[in-house]
């Protein structure tokens, strides 16, 4: 009997299912993106001054308004990402970080980290696809990128939940 009672118990435990990957929703990774873009623009400034023409789009007055214009979405948009970083790592046991600008600094070395190694020829090309995206609301600058993101990293690989 008692045998029976430890099978039936068995029996009507579910298997355990695999604990599903830390990920970043499409909405989280727009935001994050929206508010790294500012801090990339700048290093792409700072990198391709030499190399762009004055009048090359990121280096002009029109440039500058378009990154104000990002740098004013991306700020309500902060505290958001914030929770989700803070979320995301902590899912990995990595302890928050001690504040918020921290985080922000974190998520900056993050995204811009790639900006640094841009090399003078692809300067060019860079401020042409700034110059295409400034006519798009903020929103939809994340959303293609996210987009172009998920067609790009293999599933098994990428922190984007499908």
Known sequence: MIRALALAGLLATPPALPTPRPCFTPDELRDTIIVAIPAGMDVAIERCRGTLDPNAFIMTGTGRAFLERLRADALPRRARVVASWHR???????????????????????????????????????????????????????????????????????????
């Open 88 to 162: 995301f790592r902590g899912a990995y046991g990595i302890p928050p970080d001690k504040s918020d600008s921290e985080t922000m600094g974190t998520i900056y070395d993050t995204f811009v980290k790639g900006m640094g190694s841009i090399r003078p020829a692809q300067c060019r090309d860079l401020n042409s696809l700034i110059e295409a995206l400034a006519p798009l609301p903020p929103s939809n600058i994340g959303s293609a990128i996210v987009a172009t993101f998920a067609l790009v990293v293999s599933p098994d690989k990428d922190v984007l939940c499908r």
